[in-house]
């Protein structure tokens, strides 16, 4: 009965990642008019799918460094993500559930050894770094790349629908390895067959076609409303390459922070106006995931009384 209520949680987990999380990789392609939302939802599933087993059979280093954190094997963390996720949804704003598991896995470490663990501690700072080096990526990208989408649009449109799917491909190494690896401990073998990870790429597809619209909306239109589609290129480019940097070395990022990041990167370089209203409650709410997520956790691990 634990194993069947374990499981059933990690398969919320996956859902809401793919309602909240995923859809920001085909945002850009949305938002310019080169993808319909439902066959940037197809292109993504697919994408995600195949990511996930790429990473997972031949680099799987984000998975690594997560198992190596304490707590990662708990419930609690996982819980703690789908309380938050489902609250973000709630309101329209996009999350990191990375971040967010990230964050409840140190709330049970404080728990465990009165303290976050230095593996941690040092995973946060590695994402924090992540994200400047997305703003700059955003930036150069724009510097060389520009010009030449904006002459050719139709380059540009071929170009955000490879990035779209280059993007979705870099969740399912991101967020795919994250998650999905959790059922590796409540398998019957302790491993994962292939047919559980095409589940949960399909439960993730199935979490994005449910509910990403609002999330790809405000991060494709409404945090730079005047984008167009060669400066949305460009930043579609400058965060691939750099979750794809992110996912060789082992280091848990955010797909959705990347991406963001990259794009304010990319508005500042092509003299785009960026919202500061959306751009204040983005930063507003990733500011809290840490202190909130590792507080739910931690009080999670009180009143259940965890043992570890």
Same mark, same amino acid.
């Given at each position: 009965?634990?194993?069947?209520?374990?499981?059933?949680?990690?398969?919320?987990?996956?859902?809401?990642?793919?309602?909240?999380?995923?859809?920001? /990789?085909?945002?850009?392609?949305?938002?310019?008019?080169?993808?319909?939302?439902?066959?940037?939802?197809?292109?993504?599933?697919?994408?995600?799918?195949?990511?996930?087993?790429?990473?997972?059979?031949?680099?799987?280093?984000?998975?690594?460094?997560?198992?190596?954190?304490?707590?990662?094997?708990?419930?609690?963390?996982?819980?703690?993500?789908?309380?938050?996720?489902?609250?973000?949804?709630?309101?329209?704003?996009?999350? /990191?559930?990375?971040?967010?598991?990230?964050?409840?896995?140190?709330?049970?470490?404080?728990?465990?050894?009165?303290?976050?663990?230095?593996?941690?501690?040092?995973?946060?700072?590695?994402?924090?770094?992540?994200?400047?080096?997305?703003?700059?990526?955003?930036?150069?990208?724009?510097?060389?790349?520009?010009?030449?989408?904006?002459?050719?649009?139709?380059?540009?449109?071929?170009?955000?629908?490879?990035?779209?799917?280059?993007? /979705?491909?870099?969740?399912?190494?991101?967020?795919?390895?994250?998650?999905?690896?959790?059922?590796?401990?409540?398998?019957?073998?302790?491993?994962?067959?292939?047919?559980?990870?095409?589940?949960?790429?399909?439960?993730?597809?199935?979490?994005?076609?449910?509910?990403?619209?609002?999330?790809?909306?405000?991060?494709?239109?409404?945090?730079?409303?005047?984008? /167009?589609?060669?400066?949305?290129?460009?930043?579609?480019?400058?965060?691939?390459?750099?979750?794809?940097?992110?996912?060789?070395?082992?280091?848990?990022?955010?797909?959705?922070?990347?991406?963001?990041?990259?794009?304010?990167?990319?508005?500042?370089?092509?003299?785009?106006?960026?919202?500061?209203?959306?751009?204040?409650?983005?930063?507003?709410?990733?500011?809290?995931?840490?202190?909130?997520?590792?507080?739910?956790?931690?009080?999670?691990?009180?009143?259940?009384?965890?043992?570890?």
């Amino acid at each position: 009965m634990t194993e069947l209520f374990t499981v059933c949680v990690i398969y919320a987990v996956i859902f809401v990642n793919g309602a909240t999380d995923a859809p920001n /990789s085909i945002s850009g392609a949305v938002a310019s008019g080169a993808l319909s939302y439902r066959s940037a939802c197809v292109l993504c599933a697919v994408f995600n799918f195949a990511g996930l087993c790429v990473s997972y059979m031949f680099f799987p280093a984000v998975a690594d460094t997560m198992a190596s954190l304490k707590g990662s094997d708990s419930i609690i963390p996982m819980v703690t993500v789908v309380i938050f996720a489902v609250a973000a949804w709630v309101l329209g704003i996009p999350t /990191s559930e990375s971040h967010a598991l990230v964050a409840a896995v140190g709330g049970v470490s404080l728990y465990a050894l009165g303290r976050p663990d230095a593996r941690f501690i040092d995973v946060c700072i590695k994402s924090a770094v992540s994200c400047a080096a997305g703003f700059a990526s955003g930036g150069i990208v724009t510097t060389f790349a520009a010009s030449a989408l904006h002459l050719r649009q139709r380059l540009s449109r071929k170009v955000q629908i490879l990035c779209a799917a280059l993007s /979705s491909a870099c969740h399912g190494m991101q967020d795919g390895q994250k998650f999905v690896l959790l059922l590796a401990p409540v398998s019957a073998s302790g491993r994962l067959s292939l047919g559980s990870v095409l589940l949960c790429s399909a439960v993730m597809g199935l979490g994005c076609l449910s509910g990403g619209r609002k999330m790809t909306d405000t991060v494709g239109a409404e945090l730079v409303p005047a984008c /167009s589609m060669a400066l949305s290129t460009c930043a579609d480019m400058g965060a691939v390459m750099c979750t794809l940097a992110s996912s060789f070395f082992g280091i848990p990022v955010s797909t959705t922070y990347m991406k963001t990041c990259t794009l304010m990167g990319t508005a500042s370089v092509g003299r785009a106006r960026v919202s500061g209203k959306v751009a204040r409650r983005l930063f507003a709410v990733w500011i809290l995931t840490y202190p909130v997520c590792m507080a739910i956790a931690y009080a999670l691990c009180r009143v259940l009384d965890t043992s570890f």
